[in-house]
């Protein structure tokens, strides 16, 4: 094989086992956005508005609020809210009510996101980006926050903390600490990695069963991914990278938006940690959820209108193939503690808009002990014969939004959310 | 397969069905195996060439790398994989030591590593398993010396045997501000979050995993309601009948102010008596009384799953993948080897070692899927492992300021390397995936770079002996790959493959020259499947 027919195959990819052709009819995927809001939130900022219940400390500028079949918390101090849900609540479903039954944040993270607390579950977004119709460069696509994985590590694509990823695509990684190493040039390195291609597609060949074949097969999807990922053209991780403490997520969500509409990626995790910090986690100063919340649906009020005015895959609007599900790991405690904080609480609430989504919607309910009420899941009313709602109804759920197998998270999907 | 066992020293009794499928790694690729898990380094070209002849002295290398020194370091990476004990970020930081950011990495790794060096001191030395929980010394290097309340008798240099000078209890890791700084407790939480923690690391038992519905405690609402429950509501019993008294034990390193470094760099042995007046309830681990954390480690030891879960987290760690209840069998066995030598870890490695299980290297035909699909036959090499290996050959480390990056997330590039952060990766990735492709990349071509530079028309070059001026089809030229190849993979490389580098050196020298040639040479051998897998 000669220089030239090595560079031809390695930009066409035809040394690479699993390579998806770009002009390739592509059926569309429903995708996923998880908006994390680590800390644990207080749901009586926003979803359970608890006035007169003597168990239940509530804001005293606040009051109920309803618009269409929507009854939240309003405050003069969240305008942005407010307007949000006039503008958006018929695309809206609020899930009141969970139960993630742990009170400490890395159990609650786990068992919100898999279902369960021990370590050998993955995580929903990447349940659902294995499952993809196609081969995508970035499967699960990580801007911040956690991932949890046993089966699936190699689907999740994370930025890094501080925009890593950026710099190993563009070799900064190494230049710019060893500024005296020689990096391959760019038809070097196109060389380097047809070699490697081939390789790989001799080893295949005659690989053995099981982690010898996983191993093989991995590492030529992970080599096609780069290519697909270089070459697909308009996504710019590096605008992902975290920003200032108080500077929000716009950034990341812009990237995560550029992932999903390009079909990059079917899942996506963006992690909002509060104004200004980690803040959700107010043990003292619960007043300043206020402004979280402020804040968060700041960043949602971009995300709609992006959702909206960009277009899919199919050529409607993103918001009808992005399913968005907005969460925290835990609520908080009802009552305040003695610093003006509230403790962590094990019931709490999520939100969920677009992709298959049925809005104008209130499922489940707390009752006067700010524990969730047992839920009919077709209707999605609160019902003593119904379930108590656990992380993996919320799976299930999302999985059937997204037109994965709900029974694949262990329980029931509320079918009052599925449009 | 059997060959190959026969060979090898304490041997479990029985190989168990399981194992019957599998087929064992030819002799230079199991020695590869044991030298990069024992010491995180490949073995040396004259090693394989020895045990390609004779696998007998397989057995022979083994116990050379069982009392090889950097055995320490291997012990520390494989159990930070399961203790999660290094991970970027303490509730205090470097900058409240008045510490620089340079010093970051070393801040944070120095304490991540304290119990991880106790453990490996531990095995290094020979001692029973349960002085884990009984020593009365941690481990410390010259940062921690300076920073915590600690002895310093002089004269030593980087990791060594140090004792607290704060009054706490001789128990081992429970005694190490490394452990606590980790799992932390609060106020509220009263060291409850801490008992389950040491169960889980201790005895394999994840109280958290046991099924609970706050929903059956409606007294939950408030706080005295609370303290109540856990005492009283079956819901809560079940659990905190565990946790209240191991907590209770534990109120010497139970802060009352958080985030504060006198509070917490501190033990406090005023505050034992707290436990049980403010809990309630009389120290105790799993229903043995103690008296105070004094006796907890001696406790921990004595709890008849304290040995099985070293068998099982040191038989995970060197299997690289997570046990079962289809491990029974084998677990067993190395059970039985572990208390024969008086619970020492190293007869538990050697007996690890000799296993099918460690061994796999593929199947007999007609394996059954469940256990196709369990064993890992090729393992993904850890961050840790690239590091030092790669180090090792070419003389690059990747370091920026001041952070070894694939031992970080904050700048670098452990988990996107398929490591483990202790926080939300807790588990190694088993298969490669887009970001570790690329860490890989960066890591080959940088060390590969490097070696270059370093090597070629050195006169004691590290890896690269070859002419400068030689070229494909010369005899010195493929006499290199053939060495590169045995050397990096252990596999005695096909005429294809020496094919496909030598095309590629060409294709690359016609325009970028000799050097860059022989750097794509190399870092490609460095991304080959055979170099990042064992």
Request: hydrophobic share 45%.
């Amino acid at each position: 094989m000669n220089r030239r027919e090595l560079l031809l195959m390695a930009g066409a990819g035809l040394l690479l086992p699993r390579a998806v052709g770009a002009d390739e009819p592509r059926p569309t995927d429903r995708k996923l956005l998880v908006i994390l809001c680590q800390g644990g939130w207080d749901p009586t900022r926003l979803f359970n508005p608890a006035f007169g219940n003597p168990n239940v400390s509530m804001e005293a500028d606040a009051q109920a609020y309803t618009v269409g079949n929507l009854t939240i918390v309003d405050s003069p101090d969240r305008p942005t809210v407010r307007s949000w849900f006039d503008a958006h609540h018929e695309r809206v479903a609020i899930i009141n009510g969970f139960e993630v039954r742990s009170v400490t944040h890395e159990r609650c993270l786990r068992l919100l996101l898999t279902g369960t607390g021990g370590d050998d579950a993955d995580d929903w977004p990447s349940v659902i980006a294995a499952h993809g119709s196609v081969q995508r460069p970035l499967p699960y696509l990580v801007l911040s926050g956690p991932a949890f994985n046993a089966q699936y590590t190699n689907l999740v694509v994370r930025v890094g903390e501080n925009g890593q990823l950026p710099d190993l695509l563009s070799g900064a990684a190494v230049s710019r600490p060893f500024p005296n190493v020689d990096l391959p040039s760019t038809d070097a390195a196109a060389l380097a990695d047809a070699a490697l291609a081939e390789r790989l597609a001799t080893l295949g060949a005659t690989a053995g069963p099981g982690a010898e074949t996983a191993l093989i097969e991995g590492y030529a999807r992970a080599l096609d991914d780069v290519r697909m990922l270089q070459a697909g053209g308009g996504i710019d991780l590096a605008s992902g990278e975290p920003e200032s403490l108080c500077g929000g997520v716009m950034g990341q969500l812009q990237v995560a938006l550029d992932a999903l509409q390009g079909d990059h990626a079917r899942a996506a995790m963006v992690q909002y940690l509060g104004n200004c910090g980690p803040n959700w986690d107010q043990h003292s100063d619960i007043a300043h959820q206020s402004i979280c919340f402020e804040e968060l649906f700041q960043h949602l009020d971009m995300l709609m209108d992006e959702l909206q005015t960009r277009v899919g895959v199919d050529g409607g609007p993103l918001l009808d193939e992005v399913t968005v599900i907005v969460c925290s790991e835990m609520g908080r405690h009802p009552i305040e503690n003695e610093h003006g904080g509230k403790d962590h609480w094990t019931h709490t609430s999520c939100m969920l808009f677009g992709a298959g989504v049925r809005g104008n919607l209130t499922v489940g309910a707390y009752d006067d002990t700010t524990f969730g009420r047992p839920v009919d899941l077709a209707s999605g009313q609160p019902d003593g014969a119904g379930v108590s709602l656990l992380p993996p109804h919320i799976g299930a759920t999302l999985f059937a939004l997204v037109g994965v197998d709900p029974a694949l998270a262990g329980a029931d999907p509320i079918t009052a959310v599925l449009a | 397969m059997i060959a190959v066992l026969a060979l090898l020293a304490c041997a479990p009794a029985a190989a168990p069905d399981a194992e019957a499928q599998l087929v064992a790694l030819p002799a230079p690729q199991l020695l590869r195996r044991m030298s990069l898990e024992l010491r995180g380094v490949l073995p040396s070209t004259e090693q394989l060439d020895a045990v390609e002849a004779d696998p007998a002295l397989l057995a022979t290398y083994q116990e050379q790398y069982l009392t090889d020194p950097r055995l320490e370091d291997r012990l520390v990476a494989l159990l930070a994989e399961r203790w999660h004990t290094r991970v970027d970020t303490f509730d205090i930081r470097y900058y409240d030591y008045g510490l620089d950011m340079e010093q970051e990495f070393a801040f944070e790794r120095s304490i991540g590593e304290e119990p991880l060096r106790l453990m490996a001191h531990v095995v290094m030395t020979e001692a029973p398993w349960s002085e884990i929980v009984t020593a009365d010394y941690t481990m410390a290097n010259d940062l921690l010396r300076e920073l915590w309340p600690m002895d310093d008798a002089g004269g030593q240099t980087g990791w060594r045997v140090t004792h607290y000078t704060d009054g706490r209890p001789a128990v081992g890791v429970l005694a190490t501000n490394g452990l606590w700084w980790r799992y932390t407790t609060s106020t509220f939480n009263l060291s409850r979050s801490r008992v389950a923690a040491a169960s889980q690391l201790l005895t394999c038992y994840d109280i958290l995993q046991r099924p609970i519905s706050f929903s059956a405690t409606p007294a939950l609402a408030d706080a005295d309601g609370t303290s109540t429950a856990v005492q009283e509501q079956d819901a809560c019993v079940a659990c905190h009948a565990t946790i209240e008294p191991a907590a209770a034990a534990m109120f010497g390193f139970v802060p009352m102010v958080s985030y504060n470094v006198d509070e917490v760099e501190t033990y406090h042995p005023e505050r034992e008596p707290l436990g049980a007046s403010t809990l309630g309830v009389s120290p105790a681990w799993y229903g043995t009384p103690i008296d105070g954390l004094a006796e907890l480690g001696p406790a921990i030891a004595a709890d008849p799953r304290f040995a099985s879960c070293a068998v099982q987290t040191f038989a995970s760690a060197l299997w690289r993948r997570p046990t079962g209840p289809e491990d029974d069998a084998r677990l067993d066995a190395l059970r039985v080897a572990f208390q024969d030598a008086d619970q020492r870890v190293r007869p538990l490695i050697r007996a690890i070692l000799a296993g099918g299980t460690f061994q796999a290297g593929g199947f007999v035909d007609g394996a059954d899927d469940v256990t196709v699909q369990r064993e890992r036959t090729r393992r993904l090499l850890s961050a840790d492992q690239l590091e030092s290996a790669v180090a090792d050959l070419t003389g690059f480390t990747w370091e920026e300021r001041g952070f070894d990056q694939l031992q970080n997330d904050d700048l670098g590039y452990r988990v996107l390397a398929g490591g483990v952060n202790g926080e939300n990766v807790l588990r190694p990735q088993q298969d490669p995936g887009l970001t570790w492709s690329l860490a890989v990349r960066r890591l080959a071509e940088a060390a590969a770079s490097t070696v270059v530079t370093n090597d070629l028309g050195a006169t004691t070059p590290r890896l690269l002996t070859v002419p400068a001026d030689a070229r494909p089809g010369d005899a010195a030229f493929d006499e290199q790959l053939r060495a590169l190849a045995w050397r990096l993979h252990a596999v005695r490389p096909s005429d294809d493959d020496l094919t496909t580098w030598a095309a590629l050196w060409s294709a690359v020298e016609a325009t970028d020259g000799a050097r860059a040639a022989w750097t794509a040479v190399v870092a490609v051998l460095l991304r080959d499947p055979a170099f990042v897998a064992e």
